[in-house]
């Protein structure tokens, strides 16, 4: 199976700051990547499909980056909102596969 | 679209469990479904994968021979039917929907269902 990790584990940050986070998979996705959204005690939230195409209704301040075995997600202005955690996906096989999350906050 | 998840609870290890996801809002017979789970405190961990066609079928490594996903088209149902459960199958349990035939993502989520193991 292919393995995703994310770093940081934790990050934290303030209103306005941008952050950067980091999905690396054990080996080639090629774009077969997407970024999740989890607020406590909710289900999660498709933010990114295809490594940096935007889902309907998601801020702009969201965007993702990367292909093959390296991605990134950015916010560019953090708002309150957005204290969660972030779980990159990869679906280039037919078992897919989380990283561990990214909690942001404050 | 709707998601509505139902049948967890509390159940002995080695005992069995029928988890449905009631859908709505969408032409339930041309999107896959998913189902996702998390364990308190955890990451997110797929489960299992059904195709809109019924035909695929795919399941994650720690459920493979124990769980088995199945949908209900006429009714907009999907099930897991869950046997020989392990303490370590305890969690919040999502049905989650796929954008077409079987892309293996989840643009929407049910609220989940908990399901504990423990004698």
């Known amino acids: 199976d292919i393995q995703m990790t994310q770093f940081p584990s934790t990050l934290s940050a303030s209103v306005g700051d941008r952050v950067t986070i980091t999905c690396r998979a054990s080996?080639?996705?090629?774009?077969?990547l997407a970024w999740y959204q989890q607020r406590p005690g909710k289900a999660p939230k498709l933010l990114i499909s295809k490594a940096s195409t935007l889902e309907s209704g998601v801020p702009s301040r969201f965007s993702g980056s990367g292909s093959g075995t390296e991605f990134t997600l950015t916010i560019s202005r953090l708002q309150p909102d957005d204290f969660a955690t972030y779980y990159c996906q990869q679906y280039n096989s037919n078992v897919v596969t989380f990283g561990p999350g990214t909690k942001v906050d404050i | 679209v709707q998601l509505v998840e139902s049948g967890g609870g509390v159940v002995q290890p080695g005992r069995s469990l029928r988890l449905s996801c009631a859908a709505s809002?969408?032409?339930?017979?041309?999107?896959?479904t998913h189902w996702v789970r998390q364990a308190p405190g955890k990451g997110l961990e797929w489960v299992a994968s059904?195709?809109?066609?019924?035909?695929?079928?795919y399941y994650a490594d720690a459920v493979k021979g124990r769980f088995t996903i199945s949908r209900d088209t006429s009714r907009k149902t999907m099930f897991l039917q869950m046997n020989s459960l392990r303490a370590e199958d305890t969690a919040v349990y999502y049905c989650a929907r796929d954008p077409g035939f079987l892309e293996r993502i989840f643009d929407y989520w049910g609220q989940g269902t908990l399901v504990t193991v423990s004698s």
């Open positions: 080996q080639n996705i090629i774009r077969w």
């Open positions: 809002g969408f032409t339930f017979s041309a999107y896959a």
């Open positions: 059904i195709s809109s066609d019924e035909v695929n079928k």
